[in-house]
Structure formats: structure tokens, C-alpha cells
């Protein structure tokens, strides 16, 4: 469990976080509003950390006003001169005399200050999303006009917290992605309240280093990527161009969140500049638990219903199954007409969730089989290729209605987790060389 603690500055308590023993320290500054707490709670975002703890000592803070430190009345939200105390504040508390330090979005303004004004303090920058001003001028033709930034405050005032209203410019790639939203809406809220969301965003509209930027002399790195719309890659482009030490990569990609699409690249060109080494090549191949689910005589189903009917059916069992996957901490790699596919990085997660499933769908009318096996995958994009596909295909498709079918392998996986099973006996798979031998899942006590 990683502890959060407090930094000291003034009167003010500013919450941080320190993860991973690298021999190299991070200090991530957040965006716009942050919490170093709840920000784990979300499975790529949390993938995302722990990818850059893996080769530093990760330090992360929430800037006074947000997240986990002090409130602060209106008038006092800080300009970027206490911020930049409050930054040494935390590094000092957590024992860091240099740093390099990574800014996203509105926190790539403290670092680039921060960096020009004590490069004996900071190893490397590195700059995400980052822009240098907020109010368009003929200069600076990428940032919003000064009405569309009231227009912005003045929906974070009243529509604060509404995931929806944010998700299609933070994260586009993810706006089907349903647990992610809700969780976007929780993270937003327990960042900030609406009136210091709205103040914030007023603040930061002043906010202008695009002076500074020629003063920056330590390695600097900055990542844009192509289709953000919040901060464009032309601004990118402009910003780059002005540090004498600065060398640009683009993403493709329409996600300005840190975590989205094209987070993988992002991530390699983060550590090959700040270790130096190339990262490893990952694996294209891995062991997972994979589920299968579909809907028992949908096709009649269907007819009788009409297709209207049918839709808004399959809603309902869609979001089910979603929910499902996500409370057990699955991933859904795809969806075909009824049926689901999703991989689980246990197999005992697995099987329960497809014990959920079969179960909640009752309540719609509906009968579900799944099927369950653990093998080695290929990872072809962001979809999986393999026997051990086949195999937890095969399996399902033998399944009854409400039935959850596991492979051998599962069933000696998952030996203490409580589960029991009742053998099924051997089949032949279609595809498959050999015949398996398949359990059923019993329901738990």
C-alpha cells in the first residue's frame, strides 16, 4: 500500500506520495486538479504509475487547493511562486535534493519555472501536454479565446463532477469505457470543489512562461500528442522550439489524458530519457485468464422480441456484463453481437465473474454460459490471438444455460480459493489437437 504524507510549507499541508526506489527520483506534476489517492483506484491509470516507479522513485504531489491537501480560501489559491515552494517543500520531505521533473497539461508550468529558476535542483524536464499560455494572442494562436475560457469556468462552476462533460476532449478514447467514466467524475470531485475548480481555472488563464522558456538549460523532453484538442501539437511544436535543449515527440493520438491512448510510447520515450537505455522490448506474448460469454438462444430470442426490443435488451446485458468484468478487474478485449471476451490476470477473478454474470443476467431474462481457461496469448494491438483463445471459446460453447465452464488448468489454478467444480469429462475441441477435460463451476455457499 503506498503511504500518503505531508509536506510542510507555511501554514499549509501539501500531500505527496513516493513510489518505487529507482535510481533516479520523478516528481510528477499534476494538471489542472489531482488526487494522489484516488488516482490509484483506476486500473491504467494506475498501470501508468507504476510503469514509471518501475525505473525511478516516482514522487507525486497534489498542489494546494486539490486533491489531498488544504483547502484554501478563494483569494489565497497560489500563484506559481508559492508553488514552486511548495514543490521544493515536498521534495525536501521526501528526501530529494535533484529530480526530474515531469509536468502534464497546467503542471508543465510550475516545472518549466521551476527548472529555469533552479537548475541545480533538477536533473531533466519533461513536458506532456504542456502549455505556456491560456489566452489566445496573434503570438499564440492555439491557446482559447478569452470568452472561451469564461465559457470553460463557468461550466466547471455549475456542471462539476459530470464525467461526460469532460471525457470527449480529456480522453476520447475512452468514452465508451463506462467504469472509467464513472471513475473520472469521482476523481474530478474529490480533486476539487466546484467553485475552486472554476477559480483555478481562472488563475491558470493568467498564467504565461512563454518568456521563460529560452532560460531552460537542463535536458528537456517534450511529448505532444497529434490530435489532443485540448493542447495542441502545433503549441507543442512552438514550445519545443524555444528551449536551446529541447527534443520533441509526437504521439499519435487524441488523448490528453497521461493514461490513454498511446500511453505505451509515451512511457518508452519518458524512460529512455531518463535512464539513458532504450526500454526492453515487451513480450508479445503472455499468460492470462481469458472469459468467454454469450447468451443462450439469443438468435430466438431476438425474433420474438423485434429488434427494437432486442437493442434495448442488449443494452441492459451489455452494461451488466461490463460492470462485472470491471468489479473484478478484468479487461474487455471485445464484444460480438452477444457474447463477450475478456481477460483476467487471475483465474479465480475469472470464474466469479462469470458466476456474476450468469447469475445477475437472470434478472433481465436472460440465460448466459461462459467459459473460462489460462494459457499463453499473443497481444496482437489491443485484441488477443492464440490456442488458449480457441480453447476458452471451445469450452463456452459447450456450456448449458447458466453454465460456467473451466478448462483443467483453471481448476488446479484456483485450488484454496474456495471454488469447488463437478467434472464434466473429457471433450474434443474443434481446432484444438487433444481433448480437454472440462469442469463446471459450482456456486458458492
Known amino acids: 500500500m503506498i503511504t500518503t504524507r505531508y509536506a510542510r510549507t507555511g501554514d499549509v499541508s501539501i500531500a505527496y506520495q513516493v513510489t518505487g526506489d529507482g535510481p533516479v527520483d520523478i516528481v510528477y506534476l499534476p494538471g489542472w486538479v489531482s488526487n494522489v489517492e484516488v488516482m490509484w483506484e483506476e486500473p491504467e491509470t494506475a498501470a501508468f504509475l507504476q510503469r514509471l516507479a518501475s525505473f525511478s522513485r516516482l514522487i507525486a504531489f497534489d498542489k494546494r487547493g486539490t486533491g489531498m491537501s ?17 514543490l521544493a517543500a515536498v521534495m525536501e520531505a521526501a528526501g530529494s535534493n535533484r529530480a526530474t521533473l515531469m509536468g502534464h497539461s497546467e503542471g508543465g508550468n510550475l516545472a518549466i519555472l521551476y527548472a529555469a529558476t533552479y537548475p541545480d535542483r533538477v536533473d531533466k524536464l519533461i513536458l506532456i501536454g504542456s502549455y505556456a499560455r491560456r489566452i489566445w494572442s496573434e503570438d499564440y494562436p492555439w491557446a482559447p479565446t478569452r470568452e472561451e475560457r469564461q465559457a470553460e469556468v463557468r461550466a466547471a462552476a455549475q456542471g462539476w463532477g459530470e464525467p461526460e462533460d469532460y471525457v470527449g476532449w480529456i480522453a476520447p478514447s475512452r468514452a465508451g469505457d463506462l467504469p472509467f467514466v464513472q471513475w473520472l467524475g469521482r476523481y474530478l470531485r474529490l480533486s476539487a470543489t466546484p467553485r475552486d475548480a472554476a477559480t483555478l481555472l481562472e488563475m491558470n488563464s493568467q498564467i504565461d512562461t512563454t518568456m521563460i522558456l529560452p532560460s531552460i538549460q537542463v535536458p528537456t523532453l517534450c511529448v505532444y500528442k497529434t490530435r489532443d484538442v485540448d493542447v495542441k501539437v502545433e503549441e507543442g511544436r512552438w514550445i519545443a522550439g524555444r528551449i536551446p535543449t529541447a527534443r520533441l515527440v509526437e504521439i499519435d493520438s487524441a488523448d490528453h489524458w497521461l493514461a490513454g491512448e498511446g500511453s505505451d510510447q509515451l512511457l518508452d520515450a519518458v524512460e529512455e530519457f531518463v535512464t539513458g537505455q532504450h526500454p526492453p522490448a515487451r513480450s508479445t506474448r503472455m499468460l492470462t485468464t481469458v472469459l468467454f460469454t454469450d447468451i443462450v438462444g439469443s438468435t430466438v430470442r431476438a425474433s420474438e422480441m423485434g429488434d427494437e426490443a432486442w437493442r434495448r435488451l442488449l443494452e441492459s446485458h451489455h452494461a451488466l456484463v461490463r460492470n462485472e468484468i470491471s468489479r473484478f478487474h478484468g479487461r474487455e478485449i471485445s464484444t460480438a453481437g452477444d457474447g463477450f471476451l475478456a481477460t483476467f490476470d487471475g483465474p479465480a477473478r475469472a470464474v466469479r465473474a462469470g458466476q456474476a454474470i450468469t447469475a445477475g443476467v437472470t434478472a433481465l431474462g ?37 453454465e460456467v465452464l473451466v478448462s483443467r488448468t483453471v481448476k488446479d489454478l484456483v485450488a484454496g480459493s474456495g471454488l469447488e467444480f463437478a467434472d464434466r469429462g473429457e471433450h474434443p475441441l474443434k481446432g484444438v489437437p487433444e481433448p480437454w477435460r472440462v469442469y463446471a463451476a459450482l456456486a458458492e455457499a
Open 366 to 402: 436472460l440465460q448466459v454460459r461462459a467459459g473460462v481457461h489460462t494459457g499463453e496469448v499473443e497481444l496482437v494491438g489491443d485484441d488477443i490471438a492464440g490456442l488458449s483463445v480457441h480453447i476458452g471459446a471451445r469450452i463456452a460453447a459447450l456450456g448449458g444455460p447458466g
Open 70 to 86: 488544504d483547502r484554501v480560501a478563494p483569494d489565497q489559491l497560489p500563484g506559481l511562486e508559492v508553488r514552486m515552494a511548495d
